[in-house]
């Protein structure tokens, strides 16, 4: 009897431990996917009736003045292809500010220095800030790209995009990128085509990011858009994304006609 028992009090602490464990591993799981959804989204965006729109001074001031705002950020955002060679895949182009981008979402963080390649990238997100800070920067910057002195924009990749792009080794910074808007105006009309220059690239963790996204100046964006000046709107960050009272006071705030999703 005594050695059943012992039997039975054995599988129940094994049964617990394993449960334990596994609740620990599920809850870590969860927290970390969380954390780079998060990281890459912001918990509010502000949109307009209108669809795009001029940056609004005067609306900055107003939402950076609501209790519980930490950060705020202009963005535009396209749905495009990018083409390197024969490889052809469809993205999403965001427009982005490298002064406030990082107040709002972790995309400096994600930032791939040249020293990390491979499954480096990614590992050491919160060192060596000034240096991924600095390669966001080279979005506003234009690059010569040959002999004949012409001019390009810069754009950040994501990992796995520049991976599937250059299938046999993988797509560098220095190297470039043809980014074509499907917007076709009139009859008769062509996809306008752009050339950007890598300048770097980044890894969120999350595939779906790394496969979709990739980041070029609001004026870059503009320009390839033909939206010259506007933007989609502005993403902002609060202290608690869980706080739905910071939500309906920036609702309560902006008015007709912006709308705030979150």
Same mark, same amino acid.
């Given at each position: 009897?005594?050695?059943?028992?012992?039997?039975?009090?054995?599988?129940? *602490?094994? #049964?617990?431990?394993a449960?334990? $464990?596994? !609740? &620990?591993?599920?809850?870590g /799981?969860?927290? +970390?996917?969380?954390?780079? *959804?998060? #990281?890459m989204?912001?918990?509010? $965006?502000i !949109? &307009?009736?209108l669809?795009? /729109?001029?940056? +609004?001074?005067?609306?900055?001031?107003?939402?950076?003045?609501?209790?519980?705002?930490?950060?705020?950020?202009?963005?535009?955002?396209?749905?495009?292809?990018?083409?390197r060679?024969?490889q052809?895949?469809?993205?999403?182009?965001?427009g982005?500010?490298?002064?406030?981008?990082?107040?709002v979402?972790?995309?400096?963080?994600?930032?791939?220095?040249?020293d990390?390649?491979?499954?480096?990238?990614?590992?050491?997100?919160?060192?060596?800030?000034?240096?991924?800070?600095?390669?966001?920067?080279?979005?506003?910057?234009?690059?010569?790209i040959?002999?004949?002195?012409?001019?390009v924009?810069?754009?950040?990749?994501?990992?796995?995009?520049?991976?599937?792009?250059?299938?046999?080794?993988?797509?560098v910074?220095?190297?470039?990128?043809?980014?074509?808007?499907?917007?076709?105006?009139?009859?008769g009309?062509?996809?306008?085509?752009?050339?950007?220059?890598?300048?770097g690239l980044?890894?969120?963790?999350?595939?779906?990011?790394?496969?979709?996204?990739?980041?070029?100046?609001?004026?870059?964006?503009?320009?390839?858009?033909?939206?010259?000046?506007?933007?989609a709107?502005?993403?902002?960050?609060?202290?608690?994304?869980?706080?739905?009272?910071?939500?309906?006071?920036?609702?309560?705030?902006?008015?007709?006609?912006?709308?705030?999703?979150?």
């Amino acid at each position: 009897v005594s050695f059943i028992s012992a039997m039975t009090v054995m599988g129940v *602490i094994l #049964g617990v431990a394993a449960l334990n $464990v596994t !609740l &620990s591993v599920m809850s870590g /799981f969860e927290e +970390d996917l969380k954390t780079k *959804i998060i #990281g890459m989204n912001a918990h509010a $965006v502000i !949109l &307009s009736h209108l669809t795009t /729109f001029d940056p +609004d001074p005067a609306l900055e001031k107003t939402i950076k003045a609501i209790p519980g705002i930490t950060g705020l950020t202009p963005f535009t955002y396209n749905e495009l292809l990018v083409q390197r060679d024969n490889q052809v895949t469809g993205v999403v182009l965001k427009g982005a500010d490298p002064a406030t981008v990082g107040d709002v979402t972790d995309l400096i963080r994600d930032v791939c220095l040249d020293d990390e390649p491979g499954e480096e990238c990614g590992k050491h997100r919160d060192e060596r800030m000034k240096e991924r800070r600095d390669i966001v920067d080279k979005i506003e910057n234009e690059y010569e790209i040959n002999e004949t002195g012409k001019k390009v924009p810069g754009i950040l990749l994501g990992r796995e995009l520049a991976d599937g792009i250059v299938v046999s080794r993988g797509l560098v910074p220095g190297e470039t990128v043809q980014l074509v808007s499907p917007n076709v105006t009139g009859p008769g009309g062509f996809p306008k085509v752009r050339t950007f220059y890598v300048v770097g690239l980044f890894r969120t963790g999350m595939w779906e990011y790394d496969q979709k996204f990739c980041f070029v100046s609001i004026g870059a964006a503009q320009r390839l858009s033909g939206d010259d000046g506007k933007i989609a709107g502005y993403e902002i960050k609060t202290s608690d994304m869980y706080d739905d009272s910071i939500i309906t006071a920036l609702r309560k705030s902006v008015g007709y006609p912006y709308v705030v999703k979150s």
